[in-house]
T-cell receptor, first 115, second 108 residues
């Protein structure tokens, strides 16, 4: 049973298109995240939701819009894709709270290539 | 803003050699976590350090948290090819801030 799952695993698309990535976790965690990992492996947080409420919104273009229909799901919609959006996008979840409970459980990643 | 710096960015070692990656924060951390990402994989939690000066071991891996809770290190003794991957520290200041990662390559 996969704890944090993402679909699709690979996404190849043309510049200007709109695409969505879906994430689901079955760990019962309250908090979910989206990270972007570039070609240099740098892992940058984009968004964080706690119980469907946005709590972290880093400096991300407003072409990126997260949506959390319930606390087990966090989707990412990207409008007007650009070449620079090519990266691996990781979803993660963690329990709410400090200390040990902040351990992040990552999904397998979505490899996005914009042509 | 808050930053977590990690060095080196890359390290190539011969199998059997030791390896160390260092992590430094611009602010005092409540705790620090370490993750490993295998090539093509996703980050996986290794360990968390909470107390000032804490040292934890996992087989050949030794993790240290500095006295001022601003720096940390991961040391691998006698590397093996299975240690290949990128090691990330993540400092907790209320939100988790990841270091840039150290990518380890091990030559057999």
């Amino acid at each position: 049973d996969t704890a944090v799952s993402q679909t699709p695993k690979y996404l190849v698309t043309q510049m200007g298109n709109d695409k969505s990535i879906k994430c689901e976790q079955n760990l019962g965690h309250d908090t979910m995240y989206w990270y972007k990992q570039d070609s240099k492996k740098f892992l940058k947080i984009m968004f964080s939701y706690n119980n469907k409420e946005l709590i972290i919104n880093e400096t991300v273009p407003n072409r990126f819009s997260p949506k959390s229909p319930d606390k087990a799901h966090l989707n990412l919609h990207i409008n007007s894709l650009e070449l620079g959006d090519s990266a691996v996008y990781f979803c993660a979840s963690s329990p709410w709270g400090q200390g040990e409970k902040k351990t992040q459980y990552f999904g397998p990643g979505t490899r996005l290539l914009v042509l | 803003g808050q930053q977590v710096m990690q060095i080196p960015q890359y390290q190539h070692v011969q199998e059997g050699e030791d390896f160390t990656t260092y992590c430094n924060s611009s602010t005092t951390l409540s705790n620090i976590q370490w993750y490993k990402q295998r090539p093509g994989g996703h980050p996986v939690f290794l360990i968390q350090l909470v107390k000032s000066g804490e040292v934890k071991k996992q087989k050949r891996l030794t993790f240290q948290f500095g006295e001022a809770k601003k720096n940390s290190s991961l040391h691998i003794t006698a590397t093996q090819t299975t240690d290949v991957g990128t090691y990330f520290c993540a400092g907790n200041t209320g939100k988790l801030i990841f270091g840039q990662g150290t990518t380890l390559q091990v030559k057999p």
